[in-house]
């Protein structure tokens, strides 16, 4: 069963999967998060998330590290990921606003920070998307792309000392 809300977790690293799963390519971050469960290091947390900005915030500041997963509408190819490390900047002007959910994650990661509460090591991981229907699938390009971000992921966690 896949954890939701804002749970109280212990530091450490955690992978939060953000989307619909019944929104197409809007369900990306979800899969990378499912994807994860198996392969991460003892002690990563993985949680879905749908994305409402205080519900992650919640989740933000109990964390060490965090690696967030969404899809978005860069212009981009479907299935372009793009990663920003925002542990010390504001995500670019070019990504904000660019995610399926309104107010959401660029919100929260900044009001975290705001409030001293943004983990000392957060990365977004952005999976361009091309169909947001409701009862749309998952495109090629963007189930390619969330089986990618997974690896890159899982790697980037492998290689932190402690996690």
Do not use: K, W
Not at 35 to 53: D, K, Q, S, Y
Request: net charge negative; with cysteine; aromatic share 2%.
């Amino acid at each position: 069963m896949a954890d939701r809300g804002s749970p109280r977790l212990e530091s450490g690293a955690l992978v939060i999967g953000i989307g619909n799963a019944d929104r197409g390519d809007d369900a990306a971050g979800l899969i990378v998060a499912r994807r994860l469960r198996t392969r991460c290091p003892a002690g990563v947390r993985i949680l879905e998330h749908n994305g409402e900005a205080t519900g992650l915030l919640d989740c933000l500041g109990v964390a060490d590290g965090a690696y967030l997963i969404d899809a978005c509408m860069t212009g981009q190819p479907p299935g372009t990921i793009n990663r920003f490390d925002v542990s010390l900047t504001a995500l670019p002007d070019s990504a904000r606003g660019r995610s399926t959910h309104g107010m959401g994650l660029a919100d929260a990661v900044e009001l975290a920070r705001a409030l001293g509460r943004l983990p000392r090591r957060c990365v977004i991981y952005a999976i361009d998307g091309q169909n947001f229907g409701a009862g749309a699938d998952l495109s090629p390009d963007v189930a390619a792309a969330a089986e990618r971000v997974a690896d890159m992921i899982e790697t980037e966690l492998r290689a932190i000392p402690g996690d």
